[in-house]
Every structure is written in C-alpha cells, then in structure tokens.
C-alpha cells in the first residue's frame, strides 16, 4: 500500500486536517448538539459510523463508478447508510436519538463525509479509506466532545450529565459542580463563541509550535502557512 | 458520453440503488419490533407523570384519540386524549395540549384529569422556553408543576386561576412569568373543556364529532 500510514492518518484526522477545526466541515452539527457532552459523543458517535462505513463503500465500488455518476452514488450510499443509524438509534438508544432529534438524518447534509468521499476514498485503497474514515470520525467526534463538555461546564455547572442516554440505565446527573451556570454557553451564541475558542488555541498551539521550529533551525527559512 | 456508457451508467445506479435499498429494508425489519416497543414504553413512561395516585388497570396507548384542530382545547396543533379506566369504568383523562402564549413558541402540555374534575397532574412534554428561565416549568427541573395537582376549576375558582403577580393563586418562576401564565391558563382551559365534553371524551362513539373516526 503507497497510502499515507496510520499515524500520519491519525496526525491528520485529529489536528491537522481536523473536519470541524480545519476542514470547518458539518458545522451545523458542531453548533447545534453541543450543548452537552452526552449529545456530543452520541452524533460524534453515529457520524464516525457513517464515516467508516461511506468511505468503504465509496472505496470499494470506485473501479464500477464512472465520474459522471459518482456523486449521486455518494448521496444514495451516504443516504441509505445514516437511514440504517437512524434505525438503529431509535432501537437501541431512543433516548439519545429523542436528544439529537433531526440531528441524526441531518447527518446525510453533512459535508465532512461527501468530501472524505470525494477526496479520499474514491482514490484509494478500501483500508486506508475505512481508516481515514475512522480518524476523521475521531477528530469531529472529539472536537464535538470538546465543545460539549466546554458548553456543558460554563452553562449548567456539571458534567457529563445524562449518560445513560447512551450506556442506559436511571437518568444520571453526572458530575454537578456548581448549580446552575452562565446561560449563554448553552444557548446557540455559546456554541459560536465556544468554537470560535477552540480553532483560536489550535492556531496558537500551531504558532507557538512553528516558531519553536524555526528557532531549532536557525538561518533556514521557514515556509509560512499550514 | 457514448450509448454504451450512458447503459452502463444507468446499471451502475440501478445496482448501488438496489443493494442500498436491500441494505435499508433489512434494517428496518430487523429494528421495527424493537421501536415501536420503545414508542409505547417511551409513552407509558411519559404518561406516568400525570398519573401517580390514580388506580387504573387498561392499556393506556390503546385508548387513544385525536382531535384535529380546531377542537376547542388549547393549542393550534392536533390534540391527543387517552383515556384512563378501572373495572371498565371512567377515572381520568389525559390531554395532550398545547399553550400558545408561551415565550417562544408553543409548549406542549400533558394534563390529567379525574372524572371528578381534580388535576391528577400536569407535565411539560417539550418546550422552547429560554433555558435557565422559562424551563423551570419542567418537572425535572424544579417542583413548580406539582402545584396543580388536586385542583379543579372550584379549587380556586375562576379569578384564582392566574399567577400571583396577576393576583392569582399560582406560583410563577423566579424570572420568568410569561411561560407560568402561559401554562396556568391552558390548564384552566383544559379542565374548562373536559367539565362542558365529558361525556363525549369518554363515550364509546362520540357521534358528530372527528374523533369518531379516529376511535381505535
């Protein structure tokens, strides 16, 4: 296999070419569920599903598709997939998928797996395509995590709350701090702000990191950008 | 595109659209049983609110009947009756309604209702109320719903059925009056509706009326 290999898959999925953080992919998803972990983890959850199993699809049936038809394929593959989640949520965790309510079928308009599609497994490999799937899936589904947690901590005091949503069960409180919280992090201004923090300290983690860099190399140019 | 291409494009799709399709049907079949169980429970469990310290031995989900709008309860939106019986006779009703003057949108309302007219119970099944305000209305959030229970339409009468800041005899929630006065008043209209319709909520036939067609 010439593809890239797993660890720099992975560097990639999660940092460099996160969907949310970088790519700034499926944004409605990322801004609209946030405002718990435990919705977080659930549509970080169904997307990664459907990220794997669309980028082995897509991959597996590259040689048959033909470029002018590949993008309905895409739909009616990516369509059918997140309609067999949706099943599968309202079987086995009704209670989640009463949480995340649209945000489930939203998954077909997401555009982090039309472009994983497009960009990476209609050329490549059914393997490295499952696993890029699978990295990029963990990239947005942690960044969902993140801004969940965040959003939950600032608006309502607690965390993790309701994870029996997910793992069943009588309804948890999960880690309660402090009663009550500053409203606005849960309210859909927060999830603007709240991402707008996270891709701001990625950037400087970034700076910081090039130019420790270029002090290592003294006298080399460095190229500027990511 | 050549003929030969547009043909083997056209099998293409119609492939991937079969096996896509196969790949749905066998999953709907394989979770079908298992949703609509979790429906029912989903509603037995949402139901239960209402019904603490009421005696009853029918099947709730089965007793079910729609109103479409306009129906003369609260709300624009359609209404749901399931009524409630021991030993075959009547001893609540509950209505699915809908408060209208809500701070944002409408809220929806489970209100139960004795045969005597008491309160049994009134639940907020889903709402768009500012989190942290209006919410407390929720029955996990705060006690303020609880206040219901008991009352009728004598118990307090006409001018009590407000909130304390309109003179009334109801709690309404530190910050937020809109969602309380909202919710005060469809429950007074609810128990308004079932003290003039009684006996058609409860009739086998309701002749004349929408819901004789949806009578399961």
Known sequence: ??????????????????????????????????????????LGIATLAVLVASNGLVSATRRWISAEIR??????????????????????????DRSLGIFIPLIVTNCAIVARAELFASRNPIGSSMIDGLVMGLGFALLLMAIGAFRELLGRGSLFARMDMLFGG?????????????????????????????????????????????EAMPGRVHPSGN | MSNTGVIKSGVTLGVIGAICTALVALTYQSTEQRIEDNEKAWLERSLQPVLSGVFYDSGISESKITLPAPHGLPGAEDALIYRVYA?????????????????????????????????????????????GLGDGVET??????????????????????????????????????????????????????????????FAKLPAGTAAAKDEE
């Not at chain 1, 067999?84 to 989640?96: G, H, Q, R, T, V």
Request: a positive charge; glycine letters at 10%; aromatic letters at 8%.
């Open chain 1, 170 to 214: 009588e309804p948890l409180q999960g880690l309660v701090l402090v009663d009550g919280g500053w409203l606005l992090a849960i309210l859909p201004p927060g999830a603007f702000f709240s991402l707008a923090l996270a891709i701001a300290a990625k950037n400087a983690i970034d700076r910081r990191r090039r130019a420790k860099q270029l």
């Open chain 2, 140 to 201: 996990g959030k705060s006690d303020w719903a609880i206040q219901f229970k008991g009352r009728s339409l004598l118990d307090p009468e006409s001018e009590g059925w407000k909130i304390r800041n309109d003179g009334g005899q109801f709690d309404q929630l530190t910050g937020a009056s809109v969602t309380p006065r909202a919710i005060v008043k469809a429950v007074r209209e609810t128990l308004l509706y079932f003290d003039l319709h009684k006996d058609r909520v």
């Open chain 2, 87 to 131: 030993k075959g006779e009547p001893v609540a009703a509950l209505f699915v309604v809908s408060a209208r003057d809500g701070y944002s949108g409408p809220i929806r309302l489970l209100v139960g209702v004795e045969t005597t007219g008491k309160v049994t119970g009134v639940h907020v099944l889903e709402h768009r109320e500012t989190p």
């Open chain 1, 1 to 42: 296999m010439t593809s890239p290999g797993f660890i720099d898959q992975l560097k990639n999925g999660l940092w460099y070419e996160n969907p949310g953080l970088v790519q700034l992919l499926g944004l409605c998803p990322v801004l609209a569920v946030t405002s718990s972990f435990v919705n977080g983890l659930g």
């Open chain 1, 71 to 96: 993008i309905p394929i895409y739909v009616l593959i990516i369509a059918s997939l997140v309609t067999c989640i949706e099943l599968l949520f309202k079987a086995w965790l009704p209670s989640l």
